[in-house]
């Protein structure tokens, strides 16, 4: 099995970072959309139609690349067996952190899109900041951590 896995490891890298920007342009984007909803009145056609595109943005781009993300990152890990280097834990308790994020964010949509409106403009800005955080801390645990943490 670990055979085939290394065979194929380059391409389970690509399709990894490939979908890692999916992932991450992904939730670069949902904040901005919840900040054009606000502007919407509850029950409006104009609600409605950010609603719709929150809800296609999550079914088509953020849930498939969260999921390949995480099950190509896995593959590679067993495929190399690095699960007892502490560079991977740390990079794993922030994904961990990141998938939470995703989750905490995804909900506050759904409720937008009941007509709720439970985050303000500025918490969305600021929250909005979190992925690109995130995803500096896992690049520099990836290339720099694991260079003291193997
Ligand atoms: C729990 C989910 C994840 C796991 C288990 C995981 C694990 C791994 C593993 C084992 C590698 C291969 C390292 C190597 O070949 O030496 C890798 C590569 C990589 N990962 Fe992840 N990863 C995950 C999520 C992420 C996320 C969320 C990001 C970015 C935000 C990311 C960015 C990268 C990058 C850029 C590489 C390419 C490294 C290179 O070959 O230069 N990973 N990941």
Redesign the pocket.
């Known amino acids: 099995m670990r055979d085939v896995l290394m065979t194929i490891?380059p391409w389970?890298?690509a399709g990894?970072?490939i979908f890692?920007v999916f992932?991450?342009a992904g939730l670069f984007m949902l904040p901005r959309q919840c900040i054009y909803i606000l502007d919407a009145a509850p029950g409006s056609e104009e609600e409605a139609k950010w609603s719709h595109r929150m809800g296609l943005l999550r079914k088509i781009i953020l849930s498939p690349s969260m999921i390949v993300?995480?099950v190509?990152?896995?593959?590679?890990?067993v495929?190399?067996d690095?699960f007892s280097q502490g560079w991977?834990h740390i990079?794993?308790t922030?994904?961990?952190i990141?998938?939470a994020y995703h989750g905490w964010l995804v909900g506050q949509t759904k409720r937008m899109a009941r007509g709720e409106r439970p985050l303000d403009e500025k918490t969305l800005r600021l929250v909005g900041e979190i992925?690109g955080i995130?995803?500096i801390l896992?690049?520099v645990t990836?290339?720099v951590g694991?260079l003291y943490l193997v």
């Open positions: 490891y389970l890298t990894h970072v890692m992932w991450l993300v995480w190509l990152g896995l593959t590679q890990a495929a190399m690095m991977l990079k794993i922030l994904v961990v990141l998938t992925p995130l995803l896992i690049i990836l290339y694991r």
